[in-house]
Nanobody, 121 residues
């Protein structure tokens, strides 16, 4: 079971990025997938998740209205980020869990290695 994130990079404040989470070894549709991020010196925090049961989504208050999570037909989950702010700068991770649907890192069993997002002018 492997998760691989892509799409990170350097973007100016107000810009957009789309992160992708690809899986090998299992079908993402059957798993709850979440995005987390961790900035230097800070704890890992939940950003968004999408449930395997009914496709319901959840977002951290700090990203509501700016980020969108979704699934694609190619066994991938994306995180579309708009109106990026410097405080969004972090390493972004996707994670998978078979049962939970939460934004708590401890609930997730499988993790990717992360992709860096830097928001700076």
């Amino acid at each position: 079971v492997q998760l691989v994130e892509s799409g990170g990079g350097l973007v100016q404040p107000g810009g957009s990025l789309r992160l992708s989470c690809a899986a090998s070894g299992f079908t993402l549709d059957y798993w709850t997938i979440a995005w987390f991020r961790q900035a230097p010196g800070k704890e890992r925090e939940g950003v968004s998740c999408i449930s395997s049961d009914d496709g319901s989504t959840d977002y951290a208050d700090s990203v509501k209205g700016r980020f969108t999570i979704g699934r694609t037909a190619k066994n991938m989950v994306y995180l579309q980020m708009y109106t990026l702010k410097p405080e969004d700068t972090a390493v972004y991770y996707c994670a998978a869990d078979y049962s939970s649907s939460s934004l708590r890192p401890n609930d997730y069993d499988y993790w990717g290695h992360g992709t860096q997002v830097t928001v700076s002018s």
